[in-house]
Nanobody, 129 residues
Framework: QVQLVESGGGLVQAGGSLRLSCAAS????????MGWFRQAPGKEREFVAA???????????YYADSVKGRFTISRDNAKSTVYLQMNSLKPEDTAVYYC???????????????????WGQGTQVTVSS
């Protein structure tokens, strides 16, 4: 079993930045695809970003169009932690952000939350205008 614990959420003004962290335990972290999803009130959970399992370059990254160029996902396999650096935040980025882990997820289905096996409890991000 893999346990995921997110941290780093909070309240920030539009244009500001936050860095989310997700610490993993209980599995071989480097073999998992790691993803970030978010869910706003009354909306479905949506894909934000994902990073593949370890490669020589640290992992291939994928982003939702809505965050491309503003958010950066990265992983530190030595610390079993995945990060989401969020810059130029907008009020529409307000949501609960979830970290997720899964194995054998192809790039074609990375955006599908049902493909991930493990989830964190979520961390609230609120962006004020």
């Amino acid at each position: 079993q893999v346990q995921l614990v997110e941290s780093g959420g909070g309240l920030v003004q539009a244009g500001g930045s936050l860095r989310l962290s997700c610490a993993a335990s209980g599995g071989t972290f480097s073999t998992y695809v790691m993803g970030w999803f978010r869910q706003a009130p009354g909306k479905e959970r949506e894909f934000v970003a994902a990073i593949s399992w370890i490669t020589w370059s640290g992992g291939m990254t994928y982003y939702a169009d809505s965050v491309k160029g503003r958010f950066t996902i990265s992983r530190d396999n030595a610390k079993s932690t995945v990060y989401l650096q969020m810059n130029s935040l907008k009020p529409e980025d307000t949501a609960v952000y979830y970290c997720a882990a899964g194995r054998g997820i192809s790039a074609v289905v990375l955006t599908n939350p049902t493909r991930y096996d493990y989830w964190g409890q979520g961390t609230q991000v609120t962006v004020s205008s």
